[in-house]
């Protein structure tokens, strides 16, 4: 039992890392959240699903809530500053933001790709937890279990330790949990930069798959 447990573990490590590249860092916040390059419909519908078993809020409201920090980073309007928040509740993803400026979200309900997701979001989840716990504990746990924390301790570190000084901070073992973008000043101060630095893993994979073609 201990084994299945410690490789379905490792399993749902490699596969977190999988959705923090590809999901994440290059869908959601580089492609969406800054238009750095495009990405074919397929490779959103890809994402997007992915992004649904880590779930770290809807696409919609996690771009929105991205925008709104770069517009106003580490100042109070920052839907996540751990300054004005609160360090514990930004760090375990307990923050809310009140009402979003339509300005941050308005072109997004223009794709109905992440219109769907937005919708339906709450039933994509149990779905996906339910059918992998009907399929095997084991399975549920390396399939959904594992990426939902994951990706929950990699968005609550990026945003505490990697805003522990104004305008962001690199802090390079966070890679492991965000897919390369622990260079987070880097990217605060050029947000167009695709690559943050030469161990910017996400970075690469979009530069050779959508970039560099």
């Avoid at 409201?61 to 514990?88: L, Q």
């Amino acid at each position: 039992m201990l084994e299945n447990i410690l490789i379905a573990i490792f399993i749902g490590i490699l596969w977190s890392q999988v959705i923090s590249h590809f999901g994440a860092s290059i869908l959601l916040h580089r492609y969406y959240c800054h238009k750095q390059f495009k990405v074919p419909v397929w490779f959103e519908w890809v994402g997007l699903f992915m992004l649904s078993v880590a779930y770290i809020r809807t696409p919609i409201g996690w771009i929105a809530s991205h925008r709104m920090h770069h517009h106003h980073s580490d100042s109070e309007k920052d839907p996540h500053s751990a300054k004005h928040v609160g360090f514990w509740k930004v760090l375990l993803t307990t923050w809310d933001i009140p009402s979003i400026p339509p300005k941050y979200a308005k072109d997004l309900f223009a794709n109905p790709r992440l219109v769907f997701f937005h919708r339906h979001h709450v039933k994509i989840l149990f779905a996906h937890n339910i059918i992998s716990f009907l399929i095997s504990p084991y399975f549920w746990l390396a399939y959904a279990a594992i990426p939902f924390v994951f990706a929950k301790i990699g968005f609550g570190l990026l945003n505490t330790i990697g805003h522990k000084t104004e305008g962001g901070a690199n802090v390079p073992w966070l890679n492991f949990f965000i897919a390369g973008e622990g260079y987070h000043r880097n990217h605060h101060e050029n947000f167009r930069r695709i690559r943050l630095h030469k161990w910017d893993t996400g970075g690469w994979l979009a530069e050779k798959l959508f970039v560099n073609r």
